[in-house]
């Protein structure tokens, strides 16, 4: 079992930047990738950025490359999302998330999850 608790989220307005952080614990041993996802009131949870725990390498949806930055410390157990220009759109629940399964790379350990509200 993996558990994860983010932090950071909280009232900004557009333009600001926020950095959100997950620690993980537990069997952190298994994992094999990290990710950021998001669910804004109405629409479905989407992928925001993920890290590879053993390469670093680093993927973004559209909608964060060249805003975003996800990063991560393995000795911490712990990922970093650092949000800046925000807009008002990304306003959303956002979730961490571990990839235990070097097969299938499917996210099956997630966060309770924070929110981030942008105002105009």
């Known amino acids: 079992q993996v558990q994860l608790v983010e932090s950071g989220g909280g009232l900004v307005q557009a333009g600001d930047s926020l950095r959100l952080s997950c620690v993980g614990s537990?069997?952190?041993?298994?994992?094999?990738?990290m990710g950021w996802f998001r669910q804004a009131p109405g629409k479905e949870r989407e992928f925001v950025a993920g890290?590879?725990?053993?390469?670093?390498?680093?993927y973004y949806a559209d909608s964060a490359k060249g805003r975003f930055t996800i990063s991560g410390d393995n000795a911490k157990n712990t990922v970093y999302l650092q949000m800046t220009s925000l807009k008002t759109e990304d306003t959303a629940v956002y979730f961490c998330?571990?990839?235990?399964?070097?097969?299938?790379?499917?996210?099956?350990?997630w966060g309770q999850g924070t929110q981030v509200t942008v105002s105009s």
């Open positions: 537990g069997r952190t041993f298994n994992i094999w990738n």
């Open positions: 998330a571990a990839a235990t399964s070097r097969v299938t790379g499917v996210y099956d350990y």
């Open positions: 890290i590879s725990w053993s390469s670093a390498n680093t």
